[in-house]
């Protein structure tokens, strides 16, 4: 299986302060195919998971344009360039370049 | 509106076994794989199974192996997880997941919780 590693596990922000979550896999996540899918979603406290970025890099429709994401191969990174107080919950990144994995989970908490 | 909508959980003795469904709509169900994935309490995320579009193709953890069943009927835009000799670790709410291509697991179900004790 495909390990995702997250960290920090936990993250402290105040709001409007960028913060950056890192992900990092135990193989490649480069498809034959070209594409890299690693995905990002954010948990909010008693919700399903939601989408917010795909293919690394692109934004899910509606998801704002403060949370980015880039990275290749086996080191990726979501960054939220001003946090605010909606942005709360768990942020998990996942990868289906393999059979689908999940990382350990990033929990944003508010300083 | 794309919607998944998840039934079937509860409590369940272990070595019993129980059937989730997820009734999907607002979309072209028959065009979409489709996933199960599951949530232990206060746990993470891990994918359970999943489903190509007619069904012909399966894929699972190894640890749902031999024990659980994946399956849609696209006449009824619903996705099934048969789960059989439930163990105390199959605890867990489990969400339904449609699985673009591209996009991967774009909309995800509410959660059904499925507790397994005796």
């Known amino acids: 299986d495909v390990v995702l590693t997250q960290t920090p596990p936990t993250l402290l922000a105040t709001i409007g302060q960028s913060v950056s979550i890192s992900c990092r896999s135990s193989?490649?996540?480069?498809?034959?195919?070209?594409?890299?899918?690693l995905n990002w979603l954010l948990q909010r406290t008693g919700q399903s998971p939601q989408p917010l970025i795909y293919?690394?890099?692109k934004l899910e429709s509606g998801v704002p344009n403060r949370f980015s994401g880039s990275g290749s191969g086996t080191d990726f990174t979501l960054k939220i360039s001003g946090v605010e107080a909606e942005d709360l919950g768990v942020y998990y990144c996942?990868?289906?370049?393999?059979?689908?994995?999940f990382g350990g989970g990033t929990k944003l908490e508010l300083k | 509106e794309v919607q998944l909508v998840e039934s079937g959980g509860g409590l369940v003795q272990p070595g019993r076994s129980l059937k989730l469904s997820c009734a999907a709509s607002?979309?072209?169900?028959?065009?979409?794989?489709m996933a199960w994935v599951c949530q232990a309490p206060t746990k993470g995320l891990e994918w359970v199974a999943s489903?190509?579009?007619?069904?012909?193709?399966?894929y699972y953890r190894d640890s749902v192996k031999g024990r659980f069943t994946i399956s849609r009927d696209n006449a009824k835009n619903t996705l099934y997880l048969q789960m059989d000799s439930l163990r105390s670790e199959d605890t867990a709410t489990y969400y339904c997941?449609?699985?673009?291509?591209?996009?991967?697991?774009?909309?995800w179900g509410q959660g059904v919780m499925v507790t397994v004790s005796s």
């Open positions: 997941a449609r699985h673009e291509r591209t996009n991967g697991f774009d909309y």
């Open positions: 607002g979309f072209t169900f028959s065009n979409y794989g």
């Open positions: 489903i190509s579009t007619g069904g012909g193709n399966t």
């Open positions: 193989q490649s996540l480069l498809h034959s195919n070209g594409n890299t899918y």
């Open positions: 293919l690394v890099s």
């Open positions: 996942m990868q289906f370049t393999h059979y689908p994995t």
